[in-house]
């Protein structure tokens, strides 16, 4: 590829106002549509391939936490591995393990081999998403931050809106054996996407700054990442045991529920970015956790498609907002080089909250004799989440007078002529 491409796929960081929509960005976004595809596709159809093989409810949830760990190990490694292996082979990597684990699900039948199969999915996974994600803010401007990851938040969440529906219909019109092959083709889908992106690095840290260590979260994102954290414990609730309630109370309409998400998140996407770039992160992500509390209350009572259609719509609009407005929050806060750290914090938070919720609330789920608990559970974090956001980013940091925008039109940018000459 020629080096005037690779111009288009970086943000180089100064003030002279870079559009949003570069060429990187775009390919940014197609990329990510086809990584959390090929994960989401899988959440709520292959608890139900398990338990259709005689796993209790509470071997799922330590199944689906061989995820978590390796993805959290190869996020902690991301930071050194990027120094040493350029980025896209990387992701690469990433990729092709991911795709070859999806394939194998079909032949793991046992608690060993499953978790194998769970284990190595969660290293392609985790390596790839990390990197990707840090390689993405490289191409929004610093001023359009909330915007740009919210519009590539738009493919990532959309996939976890489409993604479940899509899963539960390849297994319902064909077989297990489709859809996992079906998975499989979006990592390879994928990979085949990277080849014709060029092969950009990611800004390295100053000479006179220290190789970054092995941090699990990072303490320049420790609010945001404890924020991902109570986010990932709701989102297994919904995404684990959901289909799996709703088969147990004998109503048929996951599928319904994750479709009109997708109405909430697009709804979302189109003024939530602008919103927090401008009056900042308080007047967007309040909201989203107060929405996201409304959605879990209302799932143990949505016995009838409408009420259903309801709590579907508060979940999507508080999915379709929190995840990008925490990681602008985040991104905007510390310097290029620290943000492949922080994507793994803040991931490493995420996959730990979606392993914590798994595994107690599994266990609560067989103690009780029920899934209807998985969500009063769900609903208990959604409060903790409201206490902690308030407290942290009200009380212990209030908000501070926003300054008067300057002119965005800058002297370099006048037409000749056109200067103002002193008098």
Wanted: positive net charge; charged residues 10%; glycine residues 8%.
């Amino acid at each position: 590829m020629k080096e005037n491409t690779k111009k288009d796929y970086y943000y180089v960081e100064d003030e002279s106002g870079q559009k949003l929509w570069s060429a990187g960005f775009r390919a940014f976004i197609f990329l990510n549509v086809f990584v959390f595809l090929g994960f989401d596709v899988l959440l709520p159809t292959l608890t139900v391939y398990l338990e259709e093989h005689g796993h209790s409810r509470d071997a799922i949830g330590r199944i689906f936490s061989f995820f978590t760990v390796a993805a959290i190990i190869m996020r902690m490694l991301a930071p050194r591995l990027v120094l040493i292996i350029k980025p896209f082979t990387l992701v690469r990597i990433g990729l092709l393990i991911s795709g070859a684990a999806v394939f194998y699900y079909y032949f793991a039948h046992t608690a060993p081999t499953a978790s194998v199969a769970r284990f190595f999915h969660g290293m392609g996974f985790g390596i790839a998403s990390t990197v990707l994600t840090a390689l993405s803010a490289q191409t929004i401007p610093a001023n359009k931050m909330a915007q740009g990851m919210g519009f590539l938040g738009l493919g990532t969440i959309l996939t976890l809106a489409v993604g479940p529906s899509l899963g539960i219909w390849l297994r319902d019109t064909f077989n297990y054996l489709v859809m996992f092959l079906v998975v499989s083709g979006f990592y390879v889908a994928a990979f085949l996407w990277t080849l014709r992106m060029p092969n950009i690095d990611l800004p390295a840290p100053p000479p006179d700054k220290p190789k970054p260590k092995l941090v699990f979260l990072s303490r320049f994102a420790f609010a945001p990442s404890l924020m991902m954290f109570m986010v990932g414990v709701s989102i297994s609730a919904i995404t684990i045991y959901l289909a799996l309630y709703f088969k147990e109370i004998n109503f048929n309409r996951t599928g319904h529920f994750f479709a009109m998400a997708t109405i909430g998140i697009l709804i979302s996407r189109i003024w939530a970015g602008q919103i927090q770039d401008r009056f900042g992160h308080r007047m967007v992500i309040l909201p989203a956790i107060l929405s996201m509390t409304t959605g879990v209350f209302l799932i143990p009572y949505a016995q009838s498609t409408s009420l259903l259609l309801v709590a579907a719509i508060f979940w999507g609009l508080s999915t379709g907002t929190i995840f990008p407005s925490v990681q602008a929050l985040a991104f905007s806060s510390v310097s290029p080089h620290q943000r492949t750290a922080t994507a793994s914090s803040l991931f490493n938070a995420f996959d730990v909250g979606i392993g914590f919720g798994s595994i107690i609330l599994g266990i609560i789920c067989e103690y009780k004799g029920t899934y209807l608990v998985a969500f009063k559970g769900a609903l208990i974090n959604c409060l903790a989440f409201i206490c902690f956001y308030f407290l942290y980013y009200f009380i212990l940091h209030p908000p501070k007078a926003r300054p008067k925008p300057k002119n965005p039109i800058r002297k370099s940018q006048l037409l000749p002529g056109t200067e103002k000459k002193p008098v």
